[in-house]
T-cell receptor, first 115, second 114 residues
Framework: KAGVTQTPRYLIKTRGQQVTLSCSPI?????VSWYQQTPGQGLQFLFE???????NKGNFPGRFSGRQFSNSRSEMNVSTLELGDSALYLC??????????????FGSGTRLTVV | DQQVKQNSPSLSVQEGRISILNCDYT??????FLWYKKYPAEGPTFLIS?????DKNEDGRFTVFLNKSAKHLSLHIVPSQPGDSAVYFC?????????????FGTGTLLAVQP
């Protein structure tokens, strides 16, 4: 079966711009979570969605937002980009909610560079 | 506040020897611990996990040990192979409520020398 698809794979944006990243989960998976990976910080939790509802949110400023559609696809948006937003953004899908991360399948990520 | 810590950013081991990767945590509410492996340009892949009610879980060459009193877990890889060279992330979950949220450590880069 197809894995988790994240688009685009690479992106270069200028400070102050906004960006939208997309994640298509594994077919049948209804939960999508987003993480930011930066050197020295590991993976930081951004949001978690299940059945179009945000169930959990990490400690990020309001410039970071997301949503999930009825087909379980998810998008995250970052407005007013800052240099520090340069990172690998990873999406993970799982079958249901409350699985404590079991059954997570990660996508390959979107590498965002802000210049 | 880093609730899950991997204090060794890197580790180098000879092929065939044991690799031991360590992880410490501060929140006693965690009830599942997981290890992920990540190659460059790929997403992390699940390796092995352990419930907080156990102290050991084994899967082939990989064994995870949990010491709840010390809030410490370790991943043992025996024997180590060059293909094991990757970044290993420790993660914790189960902080209450229905959630898939994981708290990750900062990762340890393992290099297995042939």
């Amino acid at each position: 079966k197809a894995g988790v698809t994240q688009t685009p794979r690479y992106l270069i944006k200028t400070r102050g711009q906004q960006v939208t990243l997309s994640c298509s989960p594994i077919s049948g998976h209804r939960s999508v979570s987003w993480y930011q990976q930066t050197p020295g910080q590991g993976l930081q939790f951004l949001f978690e969605y299940f059945s179009e509802t945000q169930r959990n949110k990490g400690n990020f400023p309001g410039r970071f937002s997301g949503r999930q559609f009825s087909n379980s696809r998810s998008e995250m948006n970052v407005s007013t980009l800052e240099l520090g937003d340069s990172a690998l953004y990873l999406c993970a899908s799982s079958l249901g909610a409350g699985a404590s991360g079991y059954g997570y399948t990660f996508g390959s990520g979107t590498r965002l560079t802000v210049v | 506040d880093q609730q899950v810590k991997q204090n060794s950013p890197s580790l180098s081991v000879q092929e065939g020897r044991i690799s031991i990767l360590n992880c410490d945590y501060t929140n006693s509410m965690f009830d599942y611990f997981l290890w992920y492996k990540k190659y460059p340009a790929e997403g992390p892949t699940f390796l092995i996990s352990i419930s907080s009610i156990k102290d050991k879980n084994e899967d082939g060459r990989f064994t995870v040990f949990l010491n709840k009193s010390a809030k410490h877990l370790s991943l043992h890889i025996v024997p180590s192979q060059p293909g094991d060279s990757a970044v290993y992330f420790c993660a914790a979950s189960g902080m209450g409520g229905a959630t898939n949220k994981l708290i990750f450590g900062t990762g340890t880069l393992l290099a297995v020398q042939p």
